[in-house]
């Protein structure tokens, strides 16, 4: 399947660009389903009915928000006429809209799409994005209901959104964060199914995602690094001292990747 995922798409600069270049990509690209982030795409804040309508009429299958989703007061109402419009899943129970959804690609598959919230630096802060997560994943699990399943994590920190990928590895298809504006677009080949796309890698937080306060919002408390040390800093070599404590791994430097 070949998917496209835009976001954010801001302000009238990017909500032209994507009205017109997108029709021209789906059909250049052979794209099967198109993802946008519209949340800032009415003169930076929030997105109206109409504007919605016509990224929907350019192409888009999906419309995702994030915390400015009700800038624009419409937004309240409208969201409940669409099923291609989602604000994040990790609301309060009780706020209007829907956080995820199953569509049907141009290629017949079932894509099941989720839009949710990180909390670290985040306002509003919602509910658990792991909880979240975990009964979206429940409710439609991959390769059973759906033959992909794509995640719009917005979020402010990277760590979240790493951990995040970590939490969800080998349950959906795609993480993508989104809110930043600044796109780090960093994927991680490591990811063992499916392809995250959003921040560094980072190991230890697979740990934290799994076990850590990311779930439990109980403290975690980190113990110091065991075994091979995979990558030492560019340029430099450990010393004997700390060779000999961290001995580097038989196959670095082949996993040296920047
Ligand atoms: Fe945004
Ligand atoms: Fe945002």
């Known amino acids: 399947m070949r998917l496209l995922f835009l976001g954010d798409m801001v302000g009238k600069t990017g909500r032209t660009a994507v009205w017109e270049k997108l029709p021209g990509l789906i059909s250049d690209l052979k794209l099967d389903f198109v993802i946008v982030n519209g949340e800032n795409a009415a003169g930076g804040f929030g997105i ?45 129970a009780g ?42 994943l429940a409710a439609c699990p991959l390769k059973e209901q759906a033959d992909a399943i794509i995640f719009d994590f917005h979020a402010e920190a990277t760590s979240e959104k790493q951990c995040f990928g970590h939490f969800v590895d080998g349950r959906a298809s795609f993480v993508v964060g989104t809110h930043t504006h600044v796109p780090t677009a960093d994927a991680d080949p490591q990811w063992r199914h499916g392809l995250y796309v959003g921040c560094r890698h980072v190991r230890r937080l697979r740990l934290v995602a799994r076990h850590g306060k990311g779930r439990t919002s109980q403290p975690l408390h980190l113990q110091d690094a065991q075994g091979p040390l995979l990558r030492p800093p560019r340029g430099l070599q450990p010393s004997a001292a700390s060779a000999s404590k961290f001995p580097i791994a038989p196959d670095w430097p082949r996993t040296s990747r920047r």
């Open 48 to 92: 109206t009915e109409d504007i919605f309508l016509e990224t929907i009429n350019a192409g888009a299958d999906v419309v995702t928000t994030g915390n400015h989703v009700w800038d624009q007061k419409e937004a309240v109402s409208f969201c409940q006429r669409h099923d291609q419009f989602l604000r994040p899943a990790n609301y309060p």
């Open 95 to 136: 706020t209007p809209g829907r956080g995820s959804n199953l569509y049907f690609a141009r290629n017949g598959a079932r894509v099941l799409v989720a839009n949710v919230m990180g909390r670290v630096f985040m306002h509003p802060e919602l509910d658990d994005p792991f909880k979240a997560a975990e009964s979206i």
